[in-house]
């Protein structure tokens, strides 16, 4: 058994967002395997991108979002699960006054697959 907490000293700071990585690969003992918590900030936006391979499960921890996938947006919001597939254009827009936070699980995943539509 492992206990994985989300620390306050492993954040990655991206464009709109930041992240941290709860488990790997390794820990997952299956390649191409990933959990990472997203936070993304009041009036922050995920610019459009996709992802050539992987697959993204997105479970909403807190708050909600406008979600756009191949230009249909629609609201996802605590307690809620989003799925996307290889190619599928996404975008995420914190158009609210809270912190969004988002537990995703990538399969199939590999490194350096995530390419900016814009």
Do not use: C
């Amino acid at each position: 058994m492992k206990n994985i907490e989300i620390k306050d000293d492993k954040w990655i700071n991206a464009e709109g967002y930041k992240k941290q990585i709860l488990a790997s690969s390794e820990d997952f003992d299956s390649e191409g395997v990933l959990a990472q918590v997203v936070v993304i900030g009041p009036g922050s936006v995920v610019k459009p991108h996709y992802h050539k391979s992987t697959y993204e499960y997105y479970y909403v921890m807190q708050g909600d979002v406008a979600f756009t996938i191949n230009g249909e947006t629609r609201r996802l919001k605590a307690g809620e699960m989003m799925m996307t597939e290889p190619n599928d254009i996404h975008k995420v827009e914190n158009d609210s006054d809270e912190d969004f936070m988002v537990l995703v699980f990538k399969s199939n995943y590999v490194k350096d697959d995530t390419f900016w539509a814009e």
